[in-house]
């Protein structure tokens, strides 16, 4: 049984940008749909990015408060960032602990990765787990960021999700997987 469902790929006919920019690209394609129609395609191009769920050795979750432009509020996040060129997820992660946040972590776990808004977006985010976390810096955030950090107590978590505090998806799919892992039924899965 194909429930993937192949035949409902579509075919890239052609490519044009729209916009080429510092970390996004747009371009539309056009493309050949099972039947034969054809229609085109708005597609964000996003290199990736990678998402940390650090829990310290309190239980709790570390994370961060930043202004975010295009939501026009502050919201309250894990710490994240963008792939850069040749540096694996791993490293990314790494990276973007230390300068968001000043932690190392001794313990590094992939838990899996999506795709946020396939939709449009061809952005892929690798979550990774953090502990066993250590101050190394002060953070060293992009000038360009301002960048609060607080650490929240799992038990606060669903409250928080539910009153709308945490509003962003990498943060809530993180913060879920935090609070199954601590339940009875991740352990039948």
């Excluded at 429930?3 to 690209?25: A, M, P």
């Excluded at 961060?64 to 996040?77: A, D, F, K, W």
């Excluded at 250590?134 to 960048?147: G, L, R």
């Amino acid at each position: 049984m194909d429930i993937i469902g192949d035949y409902l790929k579509e075919e890239t006919l052609s490519t044009s940008y729209l916009y080429r920019g510092r970390i996004i690209n747009v371009r539309q394609d056009r493309v050949k749909m099972h039947g034969g129609q054809t229609a085109f395609r708005e597609i964000v191009e996003h290199p990736g990015a990678v998402a940390i769920l650090a829990l310290n050795d309190q239980g709790e979750a570390v994370l961060v408060r930043q202004h975010r432009q295009p939501t026009g509020e502050i919201l309250l996040e894990i710490p994240a960032g963008k792939l850069e060129a040749n540096e694996t997820p791993l490293e990314c992660a790494q990276r973007e602990l230390l300068e968001e946040t000043g932690l190392k972590s001794a313990q590094w776990s992939e838990l899996c990765s999506f795709y946020p808004s396939p939709g449009f977006c061809n952005e892929i985010i690798y979550l990774f787990q953090a502990e066993t976390l250590t101050e190394a810096v002060s953070p060293t955030a992009d000038p360009e960021e301002k960048i609060a950090v607080i650490d929240v107590p799992l038990p606060k978590i669903w409250e928080m999700i539910t009153n709308g505090q945490i509003r962003d998806g990498k943060t809530i799919i993180a913060l879920q997987y935090a609070l199954l892992q601590r339940t009875e039924i991740y352990h039948f899965i």
